[in-house]
């Protein structure tokens, strides 16, 4: 006859076991994108959302990664972009130091916490708020900025560097650069995020503001640039 005490210890254990095995298949990912080899650069062409005519191109160059980051230099041919800016992302993918729109123009921050991108396990359905604190390295200034994120589902998608299973992210975000007349800009960003890589091969970013000294009867608000950004290429440094 079985023992009842050594069977009830068994269950608890293969209970125990499959949660484990559970747990790891949807932890979040802790190394570093496969796409992440310093010296690597990526490619992307920006699209003008509004006119769908290619704008010109963005490089992400992979400088350093460490144990928790991954520093990357970006440039691009679009005035509208910037000036060429230092990055740093988490290993997720989660924004430590990078630009966000303010009024129409990129301005640089640093994030704490980490500005949630991404919130994994990515499934389908999930959702998340979270407000983190922008802090302009220049000025000191320091903005309130709220993220709301929402999981949208798997699509395949192409691009210029090939198709790719994807995972669709979307968020809005409120930038908290609120002065005056100007009230905050509002963000709304989409990611197809591909596990094979850890990033987005495409993204999609518009935003919008009001001016309330420049109401008319009908509206005082103002839309800022759409960019949508396409991977074209990874270009590995040679030996």
Known sequence: ??????????????????????????????????????????????????????????????????????????????????????AIYDNEGNWLRHTLTNHDQPVEYEFSPPYPAYVFPLETGKSWSTRVTATNPVTGRRNSVRVDGEVLGSEHINTPAGAFDTIKVRRRVYAGDGEGFLRETVILETDWYAPALGRAVKSDSKSSWMDVSRCTRRDCGFRGDWNIFELTEIRSEKP
């Open 1 to 86: 006859m079985t023992n009842p005490i050594c069977f009830s210890e068994s269950i608890r254990i293969l209970i125990v076991a499959t949660a484990a095995i559970v747990i790891a298949a949807i932890a979040p990912a802790v190394a570093a994108p496969a796409s992440a080899v310093v010296g690597n650069t990526l490619v992307f062409r920006v699209v003008n959302g509004y006119s769908n005519e290619t704008s010109g191109q963005m490089q992400y160059r992979i400088d350093n990664i460490d144990a928790d980051r991954v520093t990357t230099s970006i440039s691009t041919g679009v005035a509208a972009l910037g000036s060429p800016y230092i």
